[in-house]
């Protein structure tokens, strides 16, 4: 059996990433959806161990001390972060872990496994980003223009990443994704051991 | 429309190296087959430009006095090679192109195009390379070691390969391919510049 791969997937506001990762867990059961650890107190509706895993702050802090995460950050007065032991449970079963992650966890993780493969999910251009966040309804026309903005600075990363799946049609995004997934378990490093043994 | 890109494959006698490109091909009319160029005779049934471009041993070495190959190599007392020019008219066109290459030819390529793609075709194991070899029917057994040994060094440069596609099952074999070309089209560097504009 071949161990499974890490492959973290960003992409900023209103890109549409959650359809298209939803979308790719249609197809593909196999793979596993990290899921985060959280101090924040879960909200109505939301399952330990599927929305989140739900820590105490001492219990984050231990894990942090027992360098038992692969990124975290505190946001507003709480920690988030990704458990190694998760991920690492999913490849040893050989399956693919799945990162929904921003930009600063990305680097955190490849700073300490640059064998992650990074995935950016961008929209086919400004004028269309800005229509999916107006369309949404959520947000004001100030918030809006925040959320370009922000879009804007972590575009700058895209070309860090080693891929850019752009979200214009859903089915060619999900086509892309599973091409890279696929691809990226046909490098030599993995395979050739098999043959040259 | 995105420019073509170039994908080298290489592999061992007997792997079946030919069927899954034409399988491919079967399914991907879009790509483009380089067609190399020599300065052997013709033989019956050979066409010009189908099978190879025949040129006379004055046109072949003007050609590689005004550097026209991406590789050449002498055999046999012929010269065999890869005319830039068919290679760029089709990536000019948004076409891919595949160049069935030993591993030679493919190092000479990269070193003028490092951003080549280079995919290695292995075979599943060495017994199953030893008997597609026997099995073929054409070769006495000391040929067949020959080959076998041959092999053995070719699947040492595998691990400079960008991809080893293990040539199992031929369904499977296509699959990773079609997966590398599309992969290999979401590079940031090919794309970004669409988005950041």
């Keep these: 059996m071949q161990r499974g791969k890490t492959f973290i ?15 790719l867990f249609a197809q593909r059961s196999d793979l596993y959806f990290s899921v985060s650890a ?3 107190a879960p909200r109505e509706g939301e399952v330990d161990g599927t929305h989140y895993h739900f820590l105490t702050q001492t219990e984050f802090e231990e894990m942090i001390g027992r360098d ?3 990124e975290h950050a505190q946001y507003v007065g709480n920690y988030y972060g990704t458990p190694k ?5 999913a ?3 050989g399956r693919d872990v799945i990162l929904d992650i921003e930009v600063q966890g990305a680097q955190q993780i490849c700073a300490k496994r640059p064998e992650t493969v990074r995935i950016f999910v961008g929209p086919p251009s400004w004028q269309e980003l800005e229509r999916r ?5 959520t947000d004001t026309p100030e918030k809006v223009q925040q ?3 922000r879009a804007r600075v972590e575009m700058q990363s895209a070309e860090e990443y080693d891929y850019l799946v752009i979200n214009d049609q859903l089915e060619q995004a999900v086509e892309e994704l599973k091409a890279i997934l696929c691809a990226e378990h046909c490098r030599p490093a993995d395979r050739l ?5």
């Design 85 to 89: 032991k998760y991920v690492d449970a």
């Design 133 to 137: 966040l107006t369309a949404r309804g």
């Design 9 to 23: 997937v960003s992409g900023p506001s209103g890109v549409g990433k959650s359809t298209v990762l939803k979308a």
């Design 91 to 93: 490849m040893e079963e």
């Design 68 to 70: 038992e995460f692969l």
């Design 38 to 40: 959280t101090t924040r």
């Design 193 to 197: 051991d098999r043959i040259l043994e």
């Design 147 to 149: 959320r370009l903005q």
